[in-house]
């Protein structure tokens, strides 16, 4: 198996398959930091995936808010499956999306009794000071400024190895520092892993870059200052 | 492995990359993709690159056929183009791309349809110069390996 949990050497037709949540992922390791990504663009979705898997993170990228929401058992659907030992330990979010803007993703998690303990992080293309201190005030641990750089994600990193999180289930779980090698032969793979995976395979991107149909186009973007650089 | 061959070419690519950074076809963000490749993923730069060209010329036909009709401009959909190409230009560190799509923002949100078709016209333009460029920097990237030699590291800071 190859080193890096086997998305080595990818092919065109495999990051697609990122972006668009298809890929088999290998079962959660718990003690491998589990990152939920959230970005509409298929190319940010696959940097900043790279960008966390670099940095020895497990990642799941979807492209919308109702995507993330509905991975997180959050949506209105009663999920058939309970996600109650679903680990999430970082959510990242892009801010300006069609449908459900980063800001309200990030509300919706921290009314959740599930997950609002979970570190959410705002990206954004747009340097707004507004925007930024609303998404502080609501709870967001950080906010990164597009284009993601390594050092961003180094940062973030960091800082969550340090926690004591306490996961979906209740239990409180010291995260593991500097983590093992991807893979760490003496973890039990807990049946867990089927539930990660089935969940997966519900993730699916419309790929397309045309818009979701409740969405005007960009709505948050119009009232807001601009201060492109 | 030819040695003085291996040395040359990775002259040339050294050059060559500066030069693109110096002429304002790439900027740092490109660099910071290239920290994401190794031996595990030696196609990273070139897939992503790729992914973002077919963007560019997907966008471009939508916002062109939005731009068409003179009396029937949707500009907000034109905007959504923008701000995507915007976006994806920015994360791939293809600067001058990027920097038209700021000026073609501005057309929109005045709904200068003209300014708008001049700044379609050069994100075209530029979008394909670049493709060229990188296609460029990429077959000599193939021509190293291929020699045995290694892709040097070029700090572009």
Redesign the interface.
């Known amino acids: 198996m190859a080193k890096d949990g086997g998305f080595s050497c990818l092919r065109r037709s495999e990051m697609i398959g990122i972006g668009i949540g298809e890929l088999e992922s290998p079962p959660l390791d718990s003690d491998q930091v589990h990152v939920l990504a959230v970005d509409d663009s298929l190319l940010d979705r696959i940097v900043i995936e790279r960008l966390l898997r670099i940095t020895s993170c497990k990642v799941t990228a979807v492209d919308s808010g109702w995507r993330a929401l509905e991975f997180l058992g959050l949506d209105d659907k009663k999920a058939a499956v309970e996600f109650d030992r679903l680990k999430v330990d970082l959510i990242i979010t892009d801010y300006c999306m069609p449908g459900m803007t980063g800001y309200e993703l990030l509300k919706k998690i921290k009314e959740s009794t599930s997950f609002k303990e979970v570190p959410v992080v705002i990206m954004s293309s747009e340097n707004v000071i507004t925007r930024i201190d609303r998404c502080l005030e609501e709870g967001a641990e950080d906010f990164l400024l597009k284009p993601v750089k390594l050092a961003d994600v180094k940062r973030l990193r960091n800082y969550l190895t340090k926690d004591v999180k306490v996961a979906a289930d209740g239990n409180k779980r010291k995260l593991t520092t500097p983590p093992p090698p991807p893979l760490s032969s003496t973890s039990s793979m807990e049946s867990l892993d089927s539930t990660v995976e089935s969940s997966l395979s519900l993730v699916v991107d419309d790929d397309s870059l045309i818009m979701s149909p409740e969405s005007s186009t960009s709505p948050v973007n119009s009232p807001m200052k601009r201060l492109d650089s | 492995m030819n040695t003085t061959v291996v040395a040359q070419l990775q002259r040339q690519f050294q050059d060559y990359i500066v030069s693109l950074y110096q002429q304002g076809f790439l900027d740092n963000?490109f660099s910071?993709?290239r920290?994401?490749q190794d031996e595990?993923?030696?196609?990273?730069v070139a897939?992503?690159v790729?992914?973002?060209f077919d963007?560019c010329s997907?966008?471009i036909n939508?916002m062109s056929a939005s731009l068409e009709r003179p009396d029937n401009v949707d500009f907000?959909?034109v905007?959504?183009g923008v701000?995507?190409l915007?976006?994806?230009s920015?994360?791939?560190?293809a600067q001058r791309v990027k920097n038209v799509c700021?000026s073609f923002?501005e057309c929109c949100h005045v709904q200068n349809r003209e300014g708008c078709l001049r700044c379609l016209q050069q994100v075209d333009y530029e979008y394909k110069m670049l493709k060229t460029k990188l296609q460029d920097l990429f077959n000599l990237e193939q021509q190293i390996l291929q020699a045995g030699g290694t892709i040097p590291q070029v700090d572009i800071n």
């Open positions: 963000q910071e993709l920290k994401l595990g993923t030696p196609d990273f897939e992503v790729s992914l973002f963007d997907k966008l939508t907000k959909q905007d959504s701000h995507q915007k976006g994806s920015s994360s791939v560190g700021i923002k």
